[in-house]
């Protein structure tokens, strides 16, 4: 009986240890501690390795550090062995995108859609989906409607660039400068202040420009690090306009930063550069 009282308690206390790295994991992976994060999910996945909500919460903060092959592979394991009770297929959507799997994503949403028709951020995933298939028209449509629901900042920030695509710039600039004024420091404003500033340069405000890239760098280092890869796309779009002012030796260093980034992380990216950002995935 004492035998097997203490075999009982082991097995107890395993289980409690890879609750207790799961929960660290989650604690860490908000406070933007990704890395730590993703050590204890590992640690937790290592005593339980078909744990679909252990797969799943390492996939969403691999998603998070840019690592997008890594992270569609554990999500969808995830997906698999727990379906969407344990697992996000909008999380799964998204590392698709970032792949630029962008017609397997449509499909993955357009099922969950099937039973649940209204729901916000698989509409915005969809019409994501949509515009990296150049199906930018459609994409607005969705997004359009969302705002009369929605005044989202990323529903804003997506249809600011759909009405760049579709040549509103008046109006992608009005969304665009009303979403960083409501943003908090950190990825999301990050990206909204690349764009703008992208879309300052193509209606010929120099100034402000350049004011808003520099922004958005800081905003990103300081958020997900100087080696992500929205790190690197915003010194892409900052190269070309400190190249373009004519300070060719700035533009140079920015641009073999960002080529460096890219070279670490080409076998988890695609060429397209997509970013995504975890904030908006499910737990």
Request: hydrophobic letters at 45%; glycine letters at 6%; proline letters at 2%.
């Amino acid at each position: 009986m004492r035998i097997l009282i203490s075999l009982l308690f082991l097995a107890v206390m395993a289980r409690a240890d890879w609750v207790d790295r799961y929960d660290q994991g989650e604690h860490l992976l908000l406070q933007g501690r990704t890395e730590d994060a993703i050590r204890e999910f590992r640690s937790a996945l290592a005593e339980r390795p078909d744990h679909a909500a252990i797969l799943d919460a390492l996939g969403r903060a691999e998603l998070f550090a840019g690592r997008y092959r890594a992270a569609k592979s554990y999500l969808e394991k995830a997906s698999r062995l727990g379906g969407e009770k344990s697992a996000s297929p909008v999380n799964l959507a998204m590392a698709c995108m970032a792949l630029g799997h962008h017609r397997r994503a449509e499909q993955i949403l357009r099922q969950v859609l099937a039973t649940h028709p209204d729901n916000p951020s698989v509409l915005r995933a969809l019409a994501q989906a949509l515009y990296h298939q150049g199906l930018a028209t459609q994409a607005a449509l969705i997004l359009e409607k969302l705002l009369l629901s929605s005044q989202a900042l990323g529903v804003r920030a997506d249809l600011a660039v759909l009405y760049q695509t579709l040549g509103r710039k008046d109006k992608a600039l009005e969304l665009l400068l009303s979403a960083v004024d409501d943003s908090e420091p950190g990825q999301v404003r990050a990206r909204l202040l690349t764009n703008l500033g992208v879309l300052h340069w193509k209606m010929g405000s120099r100034k402000e420009s350049e004011i808003a890239l520099r922004l958005a760098l800081a905003e990103a280092e300081a958020s997900v690090g100087k080696q992500h890869p929205d790190t690197a796309w915003i010194l892409e779009q900052y190269s070309e306009v400190i190249r373009a002012l004519g300070r060719k030796q700035e533009a140079r260093r920015l641009s073999a930063r960002a080529a460096e980034i890219r070279s670490a992380l080409s076998t988890q990216t695609n060429d397209r550069h997509f970013t995504v950002d975890w904030r908006e995935s499910a737990r």
